[in-house]
C-alpha cells in the first residue's frame, strides 16, 4: 500500500465531497437581500384605475411593498396572508401596496375582481421599480419602516408567522 | 396491478445483482468456473427483470395509469403519444429507472461477450459492474420507487414539461447521453478488475479500450445532441451555455478522450499505465458526479430535477466509489509503474501523449473548477457569484488550441526518440498550409485573432490528419504496383483502427472551426413588421405576412408567417411560434431555424399583436452551423469504423 | 507528495485569503434612479451599441438559468437589456451600470466572478498545469539518469566469448 499515493488521492478528494455536502439545504436559486438596511428605493407609479401612489407620500408610516403576478401560484397562495394582514394592520396604519411583474393589467384586473384586494396594485413600466428593488422571481415582498428604510426582504410566499412578527417589529 | 408487478420485478433484479456482485467477487479471487457461471445468470436475471420493469412501466404510461405514482406525476390525457413514451425519461424517478435497465443490459452484454475470455479478470469486471447495479437498483426499489400505488388516482395528470414536449431531438439526447454515462461503468470495472486482481495482460488493456469505445461515441453523440437541442429549442440561438449541467456531461467526455490516448501507449510501450488507469476510474466517477449534480438540487440548472432526498445518497455513494479507487490505486502503484523503463525523450509521439494527458486533465480540472466554485464560495462566505460563459471561454480556447496543435504534431512524432529536424521535416507542408491560411484569412479580412488562429491550427492538422488516413494506401499503392483507390479501402479496412480514429479527428477540426466561425462572426438583430412590411437583415428580406391560432389538446399556440428572401431568391416561410401551456405561466417560443451551408438563419418570436397587427421578432445569423452537426455525424462515423469487430481477432481458447 | 499538496493549498485554501468584506453598498440607495450623476456625457451610437453589448452579455438574466441579458429571450431579461441601453444612452459608464444592478442583486448578477476570486480560478489551473509539467521533467529525468547508470555498468557475460567470437570472424570474414 503506497501511503503517498493515498493521502494524495484522499487530499483531492475529500474536500470535493466535503464542499459538495455543504451544499445541502441550501436553496441553489439565487436570492440576494442586498437591500435590507438600506433606503428603499422611491417611485411614482400609477394604480390599475389610474390614480398616482407616491411611495414618498408614504414615509412616517410602515409600508409593505408586494412584487406579483397572476401567473405565479405562490403568489396565489400568499394572497390570503396578506388579505388578512391588511385587514388587521391597515388600520394601525400600515400602507400594503402590490406592484405587478411582468404581467398584462387587464389579467391583473381580471383576477382582483375575483379575489378581492384591500391595497392598490401598481403598474411598472417597463419593470424600472422591479429591477431598482432586485426582483428576481415572484413573489418578493419589502417590508419598509416608518423610516424608509427596508427592514426585510422574502422572497417566495411570506408566511403568517412571518409576515406577523415583522409588522409588529415595524410598529 | 401494475405498482405491485413493477416494484416486484425490481426486486427480482436487486436480488439478482446483489447476488451476481458478491459471487462475481468470489469467482475472481477463486478462479471457480462454476461461480463465475452463477455470476452471469445473475446478469442475465438482472437484465430482464429489470427490462420487464421498465416495459411495465412504459404499458402504464401509454394506458395512463394514473395509480402509478410516476405516471400520476408526468402523464397526461393530453399529451401526443411520442411524448408519452419519451416521459419516461422527463423526470427523477423514470430517468433513475432508465439508468437502471440501460446498465442491467450493459451487465448483460459483457456477461456473454466474456462468457469464455479473459478469466482472471472478467469475474471481477462483472462483479464490480454489478455492485453499481446494486446501488441504482436499490434506488429505483426504495428511495426513488417510481411504482408506488397512489391511494386515489385522478384520471388526468399534469403531463411532463412543455420545454420537453417541443421536439423531437428530446427523444434520441437522453437515451444516447445515458448508453454513455452507464456504459462508462464497465470500463471503470474493467480497471477495478486489473486492480484487484493484480496483473494487467495486454489483451485486457486492449479489452478496456473497446469497451470504452462505445461509451465513449454514445457520449458524444448526446452532448452533440444536447447542444443541437438547446438550439433548436430554447430559442436563443446558442448551443453551449456551460451550465453546470452541461459541463458535468463534458467532464467524463474530456477523462475519456484522454484515456483512449493514453491506452494506446499503454498497449504499445507498457507506458503511462497510471495515467491511463486513473483516467478510466475518473471517468466513472465523474459522471457519478454529474448525476449527481442533476438531481441532488445543489447546483442552479436548466436540467435539474426537484430537490429530493435523493442527493445525500447520491452523494455517499460518490464518495464511497472514490475512496474505493483511491485504495486500490494505492495499493497496486507497483502494477501501474515500470521502474526500469524509460519514457522515450521530448520529440517523440509518446511524450505527445503524455502532454495530451496532461491538457485534458487541465481542461477537466478547469471546468470543473470553474462549476463547483460558486458553491465554494458560498459555503465560505455566505456570497453568490456567478462563473459564467466569460470565463470558461477565456479558459478553455488555449486548452483547444493546444489540443488543436496536439492534434497535428502527435501524429506526426514517430514512436520513440527521434531528432527535432526529423520533425520540421515532416511538418513542412503543415506549416506551409498554416502560413496560407493565416495569408488568405488577413487578406480576406479576417482578423479576430481567435478565428484565425483556430482556422490556421485547423489546417495545421488537418493537413497532418489527411496524410495519415492517406499515406499508407499511397506507400501500398506503389510498392505493390495496386490501384490506388484498391490500395486505401485495403489499408483502410485492414487498419480500421487507425483510419477511424483519424476521422473521428477530422470531425474535431470540423467542429473546432464550426465553432470558431459561429461564435466570432454572430450576428444579432430585433425587428418589429407590420403585417405586410418587409425589413431587411445581413442579406435576408423578411416580411410578416400574418398570424394564425393553432389550438392542440396540451397547448395553444399562436403562429406568425414570414417570407423570407436570401439575396432575393425565395428561402421559404418560416413560421417561429409561441406556444401556450397548461398550467404554464410565460409562453415558450419554437424559433425557425433555416439552415444553410455557409449559415442559419436563426427566428425567435417574441411578441405577436393579432389587433394591431403587429410582430416582434429577434433574429440571430450565425455561420457554419450545419458543419458542427455534420462534424459529429463525422466523430460517430469514426467512432464507428475504428471499433468496428474484426474478423482477425481469434478467440484464444 | 509535496506538489499535490502545494497546488490543494492553492485552490482550496486561497479563497479564504481572498475574504473580502460585504461589498460596499451605496447608503443611497434610496431611487429607482442611479444614485449618482453620470460620469460621462451621452455617447456616439457606436460606442452606445458596444457599451450596450458588454454589458449585456456580462450581467445575467435574474429568472433565467445561466443566460445573459443579449442571449435570454424572456421578458424580464428584455426590460432588464433596455434598462441598460438607458442607462449608457445617459452616459452612465459601464461601471457605475454594473454597480447599480450589483447592488441591487447581488454579486451574482455579473456573469464573471469579482475581482478577488479571478486569481484562484485563473492561476490553480494555471498552477495545476506547471506542476505537472514540472512533475513530467523531473521524473523523467530521474529515471534517465537511473538509466544511464544502469547503461555504464554493463560488462559483457564471460560464458557468450565464443559465440561473440564466431560472430566477429563471420563480420570480418568471408563466407
Known amino acids: 500500500m503506497n501511503w503517498k499515493v493515498l493521502a494524495a488521492g484522499l487530499v483531492i478528494s475529500a474536500p470535493l465531497v466535503a464542499i459538495l455536502a455543504a451544499g445541502f439545504g441550501r436553496d441553489p436559486k439565487l436570492r440576494s437581500n442586498a437591500l435590507e438596511g438600506t433606503q428603499a428605493p422611491m417611485f411614482d407609479l400609477q394604480t390599475l384605475d389610474g390614480k398616482a401612489f407616491s411611495l414618498e407620500g408614504a414615509r412616517g408610516q410602515p409600508t409593505v411593498v408586494n412584487f406579483w403576478s397572476t401567473w405565479c401560484q405562490p403568489c396565489k397562495i400568499e394572497h390570503p396572508v396578506l388579505m388578512q394582514a391588511a385587514r388587521a394592520y391597515g388600520p394601525l396604519g400600515v400602507n400594503f401596496v402590490a406592484v405587478l411583474y411582468q404581467d398584462e393589467t387587464s389579467k391583473a384586473r381580471a383576477y382582483l375582481k375575483q379575489s378581492g384586494s384591500h391595497w392598490p396594485t401598481l403598474e411598472d413600466p417597463g419593470g424600472r421599480t422591479a429591477i431598482a428593488y432586485g426582483v428576481a422571481g415572484v413573489p418578493e415582498t419589502f417590508f419598509i419602516d416608518a423610516d424608509g428604510t427596508i427592514v426585510r426582504k422574502v422572497s417566495g410566499p411570506v408566511s403568517q408567522e412571518v409576515m406577523v412578527s415583522t409588522l409588529e417589529q415595524m410598529l | ?653 | 507528495m509535496i506538489p499535490v499538496l502545494m497546488f490543494s493549498f492553492l485552490v482550496f485554501v486561497q479563497p479564504i485569503w481572498a475574504l473580502d468584506d460585504t461589498t460596499d453598498i451605496v447608503e443611497e440607495l434610496g431611487s429607482v434612479e442611479m444614485p449618482e450623476s453620470p460620469l460621462e456625457s451621452p455617447p456616439d451610437p457606436a460606442t452606445a451599441a458596444a457599451r450596450t453589448e458588454r454589458l449585456q452579455t456580462n450581467l445575467r438574466c435574474p429568472v433565467c438559468q445561466g443566460l445573459s441579458v443579449s442571449d435570454s429571450p424572456s421578458d424580464a431579461a428584455r426590460a432588464m437589456g433596455d434598462r441598460i441601453e438607458e442607462l449608457v444612452l445617459e452616459g452612465y459608464t459601464e461601471t457605475q451600470i454594473t454597480n447599480y444592478f450589483v447592488d441591487r442583486y447581488g454579486a451574482w448578477v455579473e456573469l464573471e466572478p469579482p475581482r478577488e476570486d479571478h486569481q484562484t480560478l485563473f492561476w490553480a489551473p494555471v498552477a495545476a498545469v506547471a506542476v505537472g509539467l514540472i512533475g513530467i521533467v523531473v521524473f523523467g529525468a530521474r529515471r534517465r539518469e537511473g538509466n544511464q547508470e544502469a547503461v555504464h555498468q554493463y560488462t559483457p557475460d564471460p560464458s557468450l566469448a565464443p559465440w561473440r567470437a564466431r560472430i566477429m570472424t563471420e563480420l570480418d570474414g568471408g563466407p
Open chain 2, 1 to 653: 396491478m401494475i405498482p405491485e408487478l413493477g416494484r416486484g420485478a425490481v426486486l427480482l433484479g436487486l436480488a439478482a445483482c446483489s447476488v451476481g456482485a458478491v459471487t462475481g467477487m468470489w469467482a475472481g479471487k477463486t478462479g471457480r468456473e462454476d461461480v463465475w457461471r452463477w455470476t452471469r445468470i445473475a446478469a442475465y436475471v438482472f437484465a430482464a427483470a429489470i427490462t420487464v420493469a421498465t416495459l411495465l412501466m412504459e404499458y402504464a404510461l401509454i394506458t395512463h395509469d394514473y395509480s402509478v405514482k410516476y405516471v400520476a406525476e408526468v402523464g397526461s390525457n393530453e399529451t401526443p403519444l411520442t411524448f408519452t413514451i419519451v416521459s419516461l425519461w422527463s423526470s427523477l424517478e423514470g430517468s433513475i429507472l432508465l439508468w437502471a435497465v440501460v446498465l442491467a443490459v450493459w451487465c448483460a452484454v459483457f456477461a456473454y461477450s466474456m462468457r469464455d475470455k479473459h478469466p482472471d479478470h472478467a469475474p471481477w469486471a462483472l462483479g464490480c459492474i454489478l455492485t453499481v447495479g446494486v446501488f441504482f437498483t436499490f434506488l429505483v426499489a426504495g428511495i426513488a420507487n417510481p411504482f408506488e400505488r397512489v391511494p386515489n388516482p385522478l384520471d388526468n395528470g399534469p403531463g411532463p414539461n412543455p420545454l420537453l414536449q417541443n421536439h423531437v431531438l428530446m427523444i434520441i439526447h437522453p437515451p444516447a447521453l445515458y448508453l454513455g454515462y452507464v456504459g462508462m461503468s464497465v470500463p471503470f470495472g474493467m480497471a477495478c478488475a486489473t486492480l484487484l486482481s493484480g496483473r494487467m495482460p495486454t489483451a485486457w488493456a486492449r479489452a478496456i479500450r473497446r469497451w470504452m469505445l462505445v461509451p465513449w461515441a454514445a457520449l458524444t453523440v448526446g452532448i452533440i445532441l444536447g447542444g443541437w437541442w438547446s438550439y433548436e429549442v430554447l430559442g436563443w440561438g446558442g448551443y453551449w451555455a456551460w451550465d453546470p449541467v452541461e459541463n458535468a456531461s463534458f467532464l467524463p467526455w474530456l477523462t475519456a478522450t484522454a484515456f483512449i490516448h493514453s491506452s494506446m501507449v499503454m498497449e504499445r510501450k507498457e507506458h503511462l499505465k497510471g495515467w491511463t488507469i486513473a483516467l478510466v476510474m475518473a471517468s466513472f466517477l465523474l459522471t457519478l458526479l454529474g448525476t449527481f449534480m442533476t438531481r441532488s438540487g445543489v447546483f442552479n440548472s436548466v436540467h435539474s430535477f426537484t430537490q429530493s432526498p435523493i442527493g445525500p445518497v447520491f452523494l455517499g455513494f460518490l464518495a464511497v466509489a472514490l475512496l474505493v479507487s483511491v485504495v486500490l490505486l494505492a495499493a497496486r502503484v507497483d502494477l501501474l509503474t515500470v521502474p526500469d523503463a524509460k519514457l522515450a525523450g521530448p520529440w517523440s509521439r509518446e511524450f505527445a501523449f503524455l502532454g495530451n494527458n496532461l491538457l485534458f486533465s487541465a481542461f477537466t480540472f478547469t471546468v470543473l473548477l470553474g462549476t463547483v466554485y460558486p458553491l465554494l464560495n458560498e459555503v465560505m462566505t455566505d456570497v453568490q457569484i456567478s462563473v459564467g460563459e466569460p470565463y470558461f471561454n477565456r479558459m478553455s480556447v488555449p486548452i483547444c488550441m493546444g489540443i488543436l496543435f496536439l492534434m497535428g504534431v502527435g501524429p506526426a512524432l514517430p514512436w520513440g526518440q527521434t531528432e527535432p529536424n526529423v520533425l520540421l521535416r515532416r511538418l513542412g507542408t503543415p506549416i506551409a498550409v498554416t502560413a496560407a491560411i493565416i495569408a488568405g484569412c488577413l487578406a480576406m479580412g479576417i482578423r479576430e485573432p481567435m478565428a484565425v488562429m483556430t482556422f490556421a491550427l485547423s489546417g495545421f492538422a488537418g493537413v497532418v490528419t489527411l496524410r495519415e488516413l492517406v499515406d499508407p494506401g499511397r506507400h501500398r499503392a506503389r510498392a505493390l504496383g495496386e490501384p490506388l483507390m484498391k490500395a486505401l479501402m485495403t489499408t483502410w479496412r485492414v487498419g480500421h483502427r487507425r483510419a477511424g480514429g483519424y476521422i473521428v479527428h477530422f470531425g474535431v477540426i470540423i467542429i473546432a472551426v464550426a465553432i470558431a466561425a459561429s461564435s466570432v462572426y454572430r450576428s444579432e438583430a430585433e425587428m418589429t413588421l407590420r403585417e405586410g412590411q418587409t425589413k431587411s437583415f445581413m442579406g435576408y428580406d423578411i416580411t410578416y405576412t400574418g398570424t394564425e391560432r393553432i389550438d392542440e389538446p396540451h397547448r395553444w399556440s399562436r403562429v406568425a408567417r414570414f417570407d423570407v428572401l436570401k439575396d432575393g431568391q425565395p428561402l421559404g416561410d418560416a413560421e417561429p411560434r409561441l406556444n401556450h401551456y397548461k398550467k404554464m405561466n410565460q409562453a415558450i417560443g419554437t424559433p425557425t431555424v433555416m439552415t444553410g451551408l455557409d449559415e442559419d438563419l436563426y427566428l425567435s418570436l417574441v411578441q405577436v399583436d393579432p389587433e394591431a397587427k403587429m410582430a416582434s421578432l429577434s433574429i440571430v445569423v450565425e455561420p457554419l452551423v450545419w458543419w458542427l452537426w455534420f462534424g459529429g455525424g463525422v466523430m460517430l462515423l469514426g467512432s464507428i469504423i475504428a471499433g468496428w469487430p474484426s474478423n482477425r481477432r481469434r478467440k484464444v481458447a
